[in-house]
């Protein structure tokens, strides 16, 4: 059974970092699509940063560009999102999910796909406020 567990998540002033880490257990295959989602109370989710592990490929929206930045360890079992310069319009609750299909974050982003990943986990809040 496939498992995410995400960490990393707090509270933050306005112009601060974090980094959230995405563990992944139960994973048998080599390759994976995985995105970073946030939902704001009231608001739809939102697809932020994803990551294609095969060509390690990244994909970003246009409201994190320049400031979050996706990426994986050696192992490609823990996949970060590493935040910088966030705003207060960040805060929202994050979390990761992985899909099967290698194309999935190209789809997403291209608007040639809607529909939730296979796998997601729990989430974790991220709050920016002075």
């Known amino acids: 059974q496939v498992q995410l567990v995400e960490s990393g998540g707090g509270l933050v002033q306005p112009g601060g970092s974090l980094r959230l880490s995405c563990e992944i257990s139960?994973?048998?295959?080599?390759?994976?699509?995985l995105g970073w989602f946030r939902q704001a109370p009231g608001k739809e989710r939102d697809l932020v940063a994803c990551?294609?592990?095969?060509?390690?490929?990244?994909y970003y929206g246009d409201s994190v560009k320049g400031r979050f930045t996706i990426s994986t360890d050696s192992a490609q079992r823990t996949v970060f999102l590493q935040m910088n310069s966030l705003l207060a319009e960040d805060t929202a609750e994050y979390f990761c999910?992985?899909?099967?299909?290698?194309?999935?974050?190209?789809?997403?982003?291209?608007?040639?796909?809607?529909?939730?990943?296979?796998?997601r986990g729990q989430g974790t809040q991220v709050s920016v406020a002075s």
């Open positions: 139960g994973f048998n295959r080599d390759y994976y699509s």
């Open positions: 999910g992985l899909d099967l299909f290698l194309p999935y974050c190209k789809f997403v982003f291209e608007k040639r796909l809607d529909r939730s990943p296979d796998y």
């Open positions: 990551i294609n592990s095969y060509d390690m490929t990244t």
